[in-house]
Every structure is written in C-alpha cells, then in structure tokens.
C-alpha cells in the first residue's frame, strides 16, 4: 500500500491485512514513516504488515519502531535461526514467504515449521527478475494438495479478479495475497481493480469457495 485511498478501500471492502514493502528495487517500496502514517488511521481495524527482504537489524529497527507492525513477512532468504533471533528481539510474528514451482518446493519449509507462525506460498519469480515476488505470475496451485492440512499459510502470486474463486476453490489457504492483481501500473492500487477483485471473492463463496 503507497496511499491512502488504497488502504481505505480495502478496509471497506473487507480486507483483514494490509502490507507495506520496505525493499528498494520494488515498484511498491515504501519509506517506513510514510507507512507509518499510512497505518496509523487504521490500526486495530486491520493486520498491519511489514514486508521484507533479508532486512538488516538496523532496517528492521527502523521500520518496528515506525511502523509497529502486527506481523512481519520475511520474503529473502531468511534461515529459521534468524525468524528465531527476529522474533526474539521483537515479539512480533513473523510470516515467511517461499517461492514455489513444484511440488518438491514445498518441502523447504520443513525446518521453519513451528519456527515461522504463518507461510506465504508465491511463485517464483521469472528469469532476469530482481523482485522475489510481486511479479504477477502463478504457479500450479493443484500442488498444494501435497502440503500437512495443519500447515496455516496464505496464498500468493499472480492472483486477480478472474482466477481467486479457483484459487480459493482448489487449496485450503487461510488467506489470501493480492498486489499486482489490484494495480493499473506496478505499483499504483487501483480502487476499481481493489472493488473488482473483492466482488470475485463475494462471488467465488456465493457457491461454497
């Protein structure tokens, strides 16, 4: 999220997280007191989250004491020793991200289990990409079926108005992930895209998603 029109919108449509992106090479970075203003307003309405990648503890002091996240999502290469040693020096949760492609990727979250208190699943990211996500594209959601069911995790990558109903009809994530889906450019939210993509989740558990 980079404005305020945006945040409010996906409030008002029924959105339970809203995140903000501290990596500089992403069309969507954001400095953390911006965020932090963007937060204020609704904070203990919704999940504030604070996305990063391999962050630095003096990155990470910045945007705690900014921000003050709910929840913090780790998108680098994050070993369980540091979710460990991040949520011990702030104790906040931390959601881990993993790019997938295949089903045999699922198996590299196997350490962070009872480490990370959520998972991300998002596809990964295409050749020549410097971004870790956020790249608008999908992966074969048919392998979930191969994760534990005790395994909580939101779903990501590639998600828009026209394929969350299957999305949410064919894995159990808990949650889900949109950012390049709800955008007329990299970066720039769109209200109307925000109004459409919402209207596909109403319509997707109108017939049991």
């Not at 990558?157 to 007329?184: C, F, M, P, Q, W």
């Amino acid at each position: 999220m980079k404005t305020s029109e945006a945040v409010d919108r996906a409030l008002a449509r029924g959105a339970t997280h809203i995140g903000f992106i501290f990596f500089p090479k992403s069309p969507r970075h954001v400095d953390p007191e911006i965020a932090a203003e963007l937060a204020e307003p609704v904070r203990g309405r919704v999940k504030i989250v604070a996305v990063t990648v391999d962050a630095s503890d003096e990155e990470l002091d910045d945007i705690v004491h900014l921000l003050k996240p709910d929840v913090l999502q780790m998108h680098g290469h994050e070993t369980p020793e540091r979710i460990l040693q991040v949520k011990a020096l702030y104790g906040i949760p931390v959601m881990k991200a993993f790019s997938v492609r295949e089903a045999s990727d699922l198996e590299r979250i196997d350490p962070y289990v009872g480490v990370a208190d959520r998972f991300l699943f998002d596809a990964k990211a295409p050749a020549g990409s410097e971004l870790p996500g956020g790249n608008g594209v999908s992966f074969d959601w048919n392998i979930m079926a191969s994760l534990d069911a005790s395994v909580d995790y939101m779903l990501s990558g590639g998600l828009n108005k026209d394929n969350v109903g299957l999305a949410l009809a064919s894995t159990r994530a808990r949650g889900i992930d949109v950012s390049s889906g709800v955008e007329s450019a990299p970066g720039i939210k769109d209200i109307v895209m925000i109004d459409a993509f919402f209207d596909a989740i109403a319509e997707a558990r109108s017939v049991g998603a």
